[in-house]
């Protein structure tokens, strides 16, 4: 019997009640990007990119470019104050191409062709106004996509992963070292940039898989051994780390598994988020909350899906959204647990030789921790099944839902059941009255 909490029909936490299928996709769809309030696009392994109203579902429009799968994906929003915000987005595919697409026409705008080897990751500096592309070099290009400077070949693996960091700086993640580059402005005064690298750090075991910034000073990175590291982003030194996720010695609270040995793919942080307090990290199966100032993991739930979670992330309110290669998408909320009070101080007998007062002093210091350090949970509120495999990722639309993509090629829209009903009959009304068919009194 599988050790994942199930959840049954009664879900009262859950208000995804109503879902839309957006079919379009002949492959794996591996990506969705927030364009603006209520615009989405997905990519993936057609190399199509769609772009969706998700407040309607309706399909905006199918962007043909590349011949091979899409790699990576960025938005890249005009900054410009004197013309009307523009919208493009930023793909990358296997073809060894990067593409500009404008979202309000649906066309490309620019293509470039000269990469070496495929682009993994896309990052906009919106400060600056540039974007950077990840492989086995790094490249700063400008919104003509004029190429500004690049690196000289880093690996053949190449870069798997980029942050922005404050000081026009950034960090890659290249195999299992994390490299700082900084972008410097040209001495000439022209718009050139030169990328200098700073510095190395070599202090993970393993690959790294995850990246994310918490603020203007703090990075955290996940390895593939489930290695979990905090950096300071200014100076770029180790901070703390976290790597017993599994040591129930560690974590007393919770029940240990009996495992002969732990299999890549069960240990390694396969995704990151965090807010201004806690990270929360997809470890394999389980999800952990880590507090950054008690430097600590505060919350897990060791075995939160069937298969590895590939996505989670922490919603204004206190709970988080996870998916999984099992094909699910849950809800959980993160509590505090109710505290027991103290036991009582034993009397009799050891009290004569005066154990009991030692007793009580280590007692009041116990239960002084217990109410000083909270403990919290993660609880199952809701379930959404509705993909038939993995689902990838997914976006949060606040109150118009939640789209999801999958390896069944579709992506699902969940709504909120009761606003979608109350729009409905809001909408009945007005067409009503409209048509005089209303008589009000």
């Known amino acids: 019997k599988s050790s994942v909490q199930t959840i049954g029909e009664e879900q009262i936490q859950n208000p995804y009640t109503e879902l839309l299928v957006l079919k379009g996709h002949q492959d794996i769809v591996r990506f969705l990007v927030q364009i603006d309030d209520y615009r989405f696009a997905s990519a993936g392994d057609d190399g199509i ?32 104050a004197s013309e009307e915000k523009k919208h493009l987005i930023l793909t990358a595919s296997a073809d060894r191409t990067v593409i500009v697409w404008d979202c309000s026409s649906g066309r490309q705008v620019q293509k470039v062709s000269c990469f070496h080897s495929t682009v993994k990751c896309l990052t906009v500096l919106q400060r600056l106004d540039v974007w950077l592309s990840g492989g086995s070099d790094l490249c700063v290009w400008n919104r003509k996509l004029d190429l500004l400077c690049k690196t000289s070949h880093l690996t053949d693996a190449g870069i798997s992963a980029l942050v922005e960091l404050p000081k026009n700086s950034v960090a890659a993640a290249v195999g299992k070292e994390l490299i700082i580059f900084r972008l410097i402005p040209s001495s000439n005064g ?3 940039w030169n990328i200098l690298e700073v510095k190395r ?40 780390s976290e790597c017993n996720f599994w040591d129930s010695s560690v974590h007393p609270d919770i029940q240990p598994e009996i495992k002969l040995s732990q299999s890549p793919s069960e240990t390694a942080v396969q995704h990151l988020t965090s807010d201004e307090e806690c990270v929360f990290a997809a470890v394999g199966k389980g999800i952990y909350v880590y507090n950054l100032q008690m430097k600590r993991v505060i919350a897990c739930q060791r075995t939160a899906h069937d298969s590895s979670i590939l ?7 206190r709970q988080l ?19 027991l009070p103290a036991e009582p101080v034993p009397t009799g007998f050891f009290s004569m030789w005066g154990f009991g007062r030692a007793n009580k002093q280590a007692n009041q210091a116990a239960k002084k921790m217990q109410e000083s350090t909270p403990m919290y949970f993660l609880e199952l509120v809701g379930d959404l099944i509705g ?9 949060y639309f606040g109150e118009l839902g939640l789209a999801t993509c999958s390896a069944d090629h579709l992506i699902i829209l969940w709504k909120d059941g009761e606003r979608e009903s109350r729009l409905r009959s809001l909408t009945l009304f007005q067409k009503l009255a409209q048509n005089g068919d209303l008589q009000l009194k």
């Open 201 to 240: 750090l070599a202090d993970h075991q393993d690959n790294i898989v995850s990246l994310v910034s918490v603020n203007d000073l703090t990075f955290v990175t996940g390895s593939h051994v489930g290695e979990l590291i905090v950096w300071d982003a200014l100076d770029w030194t180790k901070q703390a």
């Open 387 to 395: 993909h038939s495999s993995a689902v990838q990722m997914f976006l």
């Open 311 to 317: 996505h989670i992330e922490k919603l204004p309110n």
């Open 321 to 339: 959204i996870s998916c999984s290669e099992d094909g699910s998408v849950r809800i959980w909320e993160l509590r505090e647990k109710q505290q």
């Open 190 to 192: 022209s718009e050139g």
């Open 49 to 80: 990119i769609f772009l969706w109203n998700a407040q309607t579902g309706e399909k905006l429009f199918e962007l043909h470019g590349h011949t091979h799968k899409i790699t990576a994906i960025a938005p890249f929003a005009s900054s410009d």
